[in-house]
C-alpha cells in the first residue's frame, strides 16, 4: 500500500510560536486531509486540499498542497493551549482503490 | 444535530469473547468505515462498506466482521480471532467513493475496548 510519513512525531512549543509539520508519501496523491485529534475524541477534519499548489487557510491553520503531489504541509501560527493535541495528515492516491491512507501523527505540546 | 455516534465508548471484554460496535450516522452518507487506532500509529482501515448490503476488507480485517443492512449502521464485531484487540476504534463516514469531495471523512467520537 502507499506509505505515507508525518514528521516530527512529537512537538514541545511555547504559547504564541508558530509551528509546522508534514507529510510526504510515495505515491501521487490527488488529495490531501488534515485532522485534529484531542485525547479520547475522533480526529476533526481541518483542511481540505484537492490541487497541487494549493494552498487553504482556517483561521490559524494553513495548508498546502506541495506541487510534486507528493507531500503536504500544515502551519499553525501564534499557538495557544487548546491547540494542543494529535494531528494526521492523510492522503488518497490517484489511480487507487479511492482510500484515505493516514499518517502516524503528530502529538502537539503548547506550554505556558 | 447530524452526526455519527458511535457506542459504547468504553468496553471491556475477556478473552474469547466476541465484542460488537455500534455505528450509526444521520449524515445520509453512503459510506462507511471502521479504523483501528493504536498509540503512535496511524489510523489503519479494518472494513469500509461504500452501499448497503457490501462492504470490502481493508487492510487489517483479521478476526473482525461487519454489516450493512441499513444505510445509518455499520456495526463492528471483535470477534475471539483478533489477537490483540484491545485499542481505539473509530468509525467515519464520507458522501461516496466517487466524486472529487468524498475524500473527508466524519469520525466519530470512538470506542475504547480493553480485553482483560
Known amino acids: 500500500g502507499q506509505q505515507l510519513n508525518q514528521s516530527p512525531q512529537s512537538m514541545f512549543i511555547q504559547e504564541g510560536e508558530d509551528v509546522s509539520m508534514n507529510c510526504t508519501s510515495s505515491?501521487?496523491?490527488?488529495?490531501w486531509l488534515w485532522y485534529k485529534q484531542d485525547p479520547g475524541e475522533g480526529p476533526v477534519l481541518l483542511i481540505a486540499l484537492y490541487k497541487a499548489g494549493e494552498l487553504t487557510s482556517n483561521g490559524r491553520l494553513t495548508a498546502q498542497f506541495g506541487i510534486t503531489r507528493k507531500d503536504s504541509f500544515l502551519n499553525i501560527s501564534a499557538s495557544i493551549p487548546s491547540d494542543v493535541g494529535i494531528y494526521f495528515c492523510a492522503g488518497r492516491a490517484s489511480g487507487s482503490a479511492r482510500q484515505l491512507t493516514f499518517g502516524s501523527g503528530t502529538q502537539l505540546t503548547v506550554l505556558p | 444535530d447530524g452526526g455519527i455516534t458511535q457506542s459504547p465508548k468504553y468496553l471491556f471484554r475477556k478473552e474469547g469473547q466476541n465484542v460488537t460496535l455500534s455505528c450509526e450516522q444521520n449524515?445520509?452518507?453512503?459510506?462507511m468505515y471502521w479504523y483501528r487506532q493504536d498509540p503512535g500509529q496511524g489510523l489503519r482501515l479494518i472494513y469500509y462498506s461504500q452501499i448497503v448490503n457490501d462492504f470490502q476488507k481493508g487492510d487489517i480485517a483479521e478476526g473482525y466482521s461487519v454489516s450493512r443492512e441499513k444505510k445509518e449502521s455499520f456495526p463492528l464485531t471483535v470477534t475471539s480471532a483478533q489477537k490483540n484487540p484491545t485499542a481505539f476504534y473509530l468509525c467515519?463516514?464520507?458522501?461516496?467513493?466517487?466524486?472529487?469531495?468524498?475524500?473527508?471523512?466524519?469520525f466519530g467520537e470512538g470506542s475504547r475496548l480493553t480485553v482483560l
Open positions: 449524515l445520509n452518507h453512503d459510506a
Open positions: 467515519a463516514s464520507s458522501r461516496g467513493l466517487a466524486g472529487i469531495n468524498t475524500g473527508e471523512l466524519f
Open positions: 505515491s501521487i496523491f490527488n488529495t
